[in-house]
């Protein structure tokens, strides 16, 4: 089965519903009544260790990622944090991306390193800062690709490969990508992992969180460990994210198109100094774009020929685009990083990775293009005035 076909079919069974329902119902019981004592350890006791609607979810997420495993959380960081607990221990050590999403950076800054977990962070654009910072007590590298919000990209085939011959495992944050243009774990990852409340349920009306996975033994732990802490999606929740995937595959393919216009708009806008996208040939990185993406998804940063006082000026002139925090939802987003997103990373370290003062993020919505454009124009307008 092809990508939209799975996206729509796995997970859906008419054939074993009372009523033949197209769609699946909601399971909202907490518990599941038995007839006899024999029965007490089948398969749904207690709906935090396990429930249809979860289940019928995380069948359809694992075929997203060609996964044989996949498990559904109440949110991304609630999905990181059981990563994190059910694979170390203290005094062992992770390598990550220098730029990476604001809430993981705060998850390991400010959490995982008082429970004696060690993390370095390196430029995952050159390989050998990876290879120079494994140590014998490394046992993971976190990858994020495309990276937020400087759209940066690490090569998932060649780190899975260094990593695999040193037995670290690797967790690819696929969040920007979408399953739908990007699949680590064909590319050799070990785990992949996403925050639903982006492209996957795609509306911005859901919070979750998703892993998926091939080795049994890992997903093993992480079942254990997520049933054991409580991480788990609510049931209306795992419908909702449900029914936006049925429609991932047509809105990435709007999210990218118009990303792909905006992104030719932008560059060619002479009070722009610099366009972040994977999918323009101007990219540091465009190369390796086209060969683990199957597409750039809909997500680009860019900076003005300005300070921060015209950004502000720029984006508070917007009418379509909301001046919100998160992304992938139908309608486009835009924010300021160095006062939203990324406000608690400190200046010097945000400079340091390439987050300037005047940055601006967008997230492309599927609304018409000309439109957005129109709204663009108007900013520019704005701080001509
Ligand atoms: C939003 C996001 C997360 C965190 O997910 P939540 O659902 O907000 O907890 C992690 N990584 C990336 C890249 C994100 O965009």
Do not use: C
């Not at 430029?123 to 400087?150: A, G, Q, V």
């Amino acid at each position: 089965m092809n990508f939209s076909t799975k996206a729509i079919h796995i997970g859906e069974d008419p054939k074993k519903l009372q009523y033949g329902d197209a769609v699946s119902p909601v399971h909202f019981a907490t518990t599941f009544a038995k007839t006899s004592i024999k029965q007490i350890d089948e398969e749904y006791v207690y709906s935090r260790s396990g429930n249809p609607t979860r289940d019928n979810l995380e069948k359809k997420l694992a075929a997203l990622e060609n996964a044989k495993y996949a498990l559904a959380f109440s949110s991304g960081l609630a999905a990181e944090t059981t990563i994190l607990l059910s694979l170390l221990k203290e005094g062992d050590h992770v390598i990550a991306f220098d730029d990476l999403y604001g809430g993981t950076k705060r998850l390991f800054k400010q959490v995982m390193k008082r429970f004696g977990i060690e993390f370095s962070y390196v430029d995952f654009r050159i390989l050998e800062n990876i290879e120079k910072e494994i140590k014998p007590n490394t046992k993971i590298i976190w990858i994020e690709s495309p990276t937020n919000p400087l759209l940066k990209l690490a090569d998932i085939k060649e780190i899975s490969r260094i990593a695999k011959s040193k037995g670290i495992i690797v967790v690819v944050d696929n969040t920007f990508a979408s399953p739908y243009f990007q699949n680590p774990l064909d590319l050799g990852a070990d785990i992949v992992l996403h925050s639903i409340t982006k492209y996957i349920s795609g509306h911005s009306d859901v919070v979750g969180g998703a892993i998926m996975l091939n080795n049994e033994a890992i997903f093993e732990k992480l079942k254990f460990h997520q049933n054991a802490v409580g991480a788990i999606l609510d049931p209306f929740s795992s419908w909702l994210a449900m029914r936006g995937i049925k429609t991932l595959s047509v809105r990435m393919e709007k999210h990218e198109k118009n990303a792909q216009t905006i992104a030719k708009y932008l560059e060619n806008h002479p009070l722009v100094k610099r366009v972040h996208y994977p999918g323009l040939p101007s990219h540091p990185q465009y190369e390796l774009a086209k060969k683990q993406m199957k597409g750039f998804s809909g997500i680009l940063s860019f900076e003005l020929k300005g300070d921060i006082n015209m950004a502000i000026k720029f984006v508070e002139n917007l009418k379509l685009f909301f001046l919100a925090e998160s992304l992938g939802g139908v309608e486009s987003l835009i924010e300021l990083p160095a006062l939203m997103t990324h406000s608690s990373v400190p200046r010097e370290e945000r400079i340091k990775v390439g987050i300037s003062d005047s940055l601006i993020r967008v997230s492309v919505g599927i609304e018409d293009v000309e439109d957005l454009i129109d709204d663009l124009e108007r900013g520019f307008t704005a701080v001509k005035a």
